[in-house]
């Protein structure tokens, strides 16, 4: 890790993962999810939430998405891909009395995913120095939605669906930087994930580590990080702000 | 024109045109080259700065962009059409002592144009209830520089850059639409010129013409617009705003 500030003065803007980093998609889903089954009557039984939620992001995201990076599907939406899994766990579930106007706004929970509380305070910090956008695999409506709604304060929205790729194709870094009219190392990608830090620091990117450890559930979990693997590792954006100088 | 709300009662989401729209781009290069001839010593009268400011945005992106459209130049971006003509100007103008350095700052003086007073309040204003964004041929970095540098509140930044193409193709306004998750008819294009409503309009967008009199000069200068003619038709954004019942 370097000490504070060298190494990154040149950088112009930072990228933040979304999912998991900004947002807490966990507890969202779920809360929404028992809202959803307390205004359509179902037993309280019917849905273990915490392991549906688990299930479509596994399946409907993570797995879709390497299906897509190795060929073996065309490029979709996520919102596409949320809501083919989301049908398929309706059926597993039992849930078919869902009309469609309920799925497709259930399917947009994850345009109305919850900040973690230190995103929007340690986001508004790190926008005084820095152009601050998304880079994820979210798709661009999804992610204006949910900064609407979130209060997320981003200067542009940058989604791999603008260049029709998934991260970690080093597509998506390489061409995130160029449209902001920026150099690799001008850029530092900011993520609670080891892989998508990994896929930015071989496009030349700048890293920050941010440890989010309570994204796959209340017993806290990291990621596999070594200490001084890549620039920065912060406990949050408000700490990041500060070892920034911000 | 329709009565406040009848008939845009599904629009989620303005899209505003940005040159002369929301911000004065001829006041903006005006008092920068004013400044920039301050800085190299030039005389008052070696270059005439209105003039200059109206050739660059005529010759330099106006004219480009048609030879754009016709298919005789390839798609680029907005940064560097501004280029080519700024250096050609330049050249014309007798200001070869301008270095790089000083010739790349002036070019961005496209990315820091000031916005009409009454752009940032009424953007506020209608950002409670609609999804706001650029719709501009100018490049993404240039809008979202601008936006920082100006303090548009914009949801996102949605560029003609990411179509490959210039308005009035309708190709832009479609994908705007659609990249928003939404219907032609759910979208507003707010702007200051015939051309580029109508060409929003035949795509089946809503439309808002707001009059921009002093885009060309001291001289007030309207366009040649009907008085039915288009959805709105606002003084200012804080006008529409009032017209939608905000």
Redesign the interface.
Known sequence: MRTIMSGVDGVKALLFDVFGTVVDWRSSVIREGQQLAQRQGWPADKVDWPQFADTWRREGYTQAMRRVARGEAPWVRV?VLHRQMLDRLIEQHGLQDLDEAARDSFNRVWHRLQPWPDSVPGLIRLKRRY?I?PLSNG???????M??HAGLP????LSA??FGAFKPDPAVYLKAAD????QPQEVMMVAAHRGDLEASERCGLHTAYVRRPFEHGTEPRLEDVSPNQFDFQADSFEDLAIQLGL
């Open positions: 919102d152009v956008s798709n661009v409506a999804l992610l204006t939605n900064a609407k981003w200067d542009c929205i669906e603008l449209i902001l009219g920026l």
